[in-house]
Every structure is written in C-alpha cells, then in structure tokens.
C-alpha cells in the first residue's frame, strides 16, 4: 500500500511540471497489480523534443560485436554499446519485425539502480503481467524508445541506461534518484504496429 502511495505520488509530482528542454522525460513505471479485468495504466506523458535518428550501435573494445546479428550477439554476450551511451547484452533472440513509433508494446521489466543494485520495478514478480506502453517519445525515456524500437518480439535484452537516458537531472521521486544510472532486463513479449497491425 505504501509503494502505491510512493508511486502515485511521484506520478502527479511528474505531471505538476510543464515539461522544457531540461526536463527528462519520466520512464516507465511499475503499475500495481491488477485484476485480469481492468485495463492496463497509462504511463505518464509530459511533451519532449523527438528522439535523434541514431547512429549503428558499436561494440565495446574488447569485443567481437561490431555488425553481429542479435541472434549472434546471444551466443556471444557481447556488450554493445549505441553513439548515444545505451549499452545492450542480448540475452535471448527475438523473432520478426521491430516496432515502429507508435507502436503498443507489452514489455516484461526488471529495473535496478545501477549504483547499489535495488530494485525498484519487476513485472516478473508471482502473478506479474507484462506491462503495456505506447512507444513514443511522449511516454517512455530515451533508453526505452532506443532499445525497443531495435527490439524483436520475443527477444530479451540487458540495457545499462546513463541518466541522460533515463529519469536524467531529476530522478524519479525517491525511487531513483536524480543522476542515477539505471539497469533493465527488457523482454519485449509482443507488439502491435500503429493501426492495429
């Protein structure tokens, strides 16, 4: 009950500030449980500039992952890291298409603060279910929009977020706090492409 209260705290604190340049964009966040019957929680959605076209993600020296598929970056485990500082291990190959901007997404989460490794969101706790989101630059952190819009169904990865990727200068109320890099263990479980598709 208290964890609820933190979070629907943080959520209107979120949403009290006109968004501006400085400002990061809230990432996603853990919604309590729910019956089967009620409707997924949207996530929060201050306006923010688009996210840049990136440059090929590299890999980090003393790696082989420069041009790899997922599928080889899986048997590897190797770390990649993006021009933008985002850096993935796959864990598990996905099938298919990416999603588009736009796009819903169900996404199974465990995320952790990098600094001391608490854990502040996991949909795979007992009786947990997949988390749904709309992939844009509205709702979701830049991490996120990087990370899943590369994503196949079915594939899993380990992202390290810097946190100019993620909840950035402010943080996300006493969850993570401001400057603090994030980790996530992303399972994208399935996506429908805008329009339903």
Same mark, same amino acid.
């Given at each position: 009950?208290?964890?609820?209260?933190?979070?629907?705290?943080?959520?209107?604190?979120?949403? $009290?500030? %006109?968004?501006?340049? /400085? =400002?990061? @964009?809230?990432?996603?966040?853990? !919604? #309590? +449980? *729910? $019956?089967? %019957?009620?409707?997924? /929680? =949207?996530? @929060?959605?201050?306006?923010?500039? !688009? #996210? +840049? *076209?990136?440059?090929?993600?590299?890999?980090?020296?003393?790696?082989?992952?420069?041009?790899?598929? #997922?599928?080889?970056?899986?048997?590897?485990?190797?770390?990649?890291?993006?021009?933008?500082?985002?850096?993935?291990?796959?864990?598990?190959?996905?099938?298919?298409?990416?999603?588009?901007?736009?796009?819903?997404?169900?996404?199974?989460?465990?995320?952790?603060?990098?600094?001391?490794?608490?854990?502040?969101?996991?949909?795979?706790?007992?009786?947990?279910?997949?988390?749904?989101?709309?992939?844009?630059?509205?709702?979701?952190?830049?991490?996120?929009?990087?990370?899943?819009?590369?994503?196949?169904?079915?594939?899993?990865?380990?992202?390290?977020?810097?946190?100019?990727?993620?909840?950035?200068?402010?943080?996300?109320?006493?969850?993570?706090?401001?400057?603090?890099?994030?980790?996530?263990?992303?399972?994208?479980?399935?996506?429908?492409?805008?329009?339903?598709?």
């Amino acid at each position: 009950m208290k964890l609820r209260s933190v979070l629907s705290a943080c959520l209107v604190f979120l949403l $009290s500030f %006109s968004c501006d340049k /400085a =400002a990061p @964009p809230p990432g996603p966040v853990s !919604k #309590p +449980a *729910t $019956s089967a %019957s009620s409707s997924p /929680a =949207a996530a @929060p959605s201050p306006v923010i500039a !688009k #996210p +840049a *076209t990136l440059a090929p993600a590299t890999a980090v020296p003393g790696t082989q992952a420069a041009g790899a598929t #997922p599928s080889e970056l899986e048997k590897t485990g190797a770390v990649v890291k993006t021009p933008s500082g985002l850096e993935y291990t796959v864990l598990k190959d996905g099938v298919g298409d990416t999603p588009a901007l736009g796009s819903l997404v169900k996404v199974h989460v465990v995320g952790t603060r990098a600094s001391d490794k608490v854990e502040f969101m996991n949909t795979r706790n007992p009786g947990g279910v997949p988390n749904e989101y709309k992939l844009d630059s509205l709702s979701l952190v830049k991490g996120w929009v990087e990370t899943l819009t590369a994503m196949r169904a079915g594939e899993k990865r380990k992202v390290h977020m810097p946190h100019g990727l993620a909840y950035g200068v402010r943080g996300l109320g006493d969850i993570v706090p401001p400057r603090a890099d994030v980790d996530f263990e992303i399972e994208l479980v399935s996506f429908t492409k805008p329009g339903g598709k």
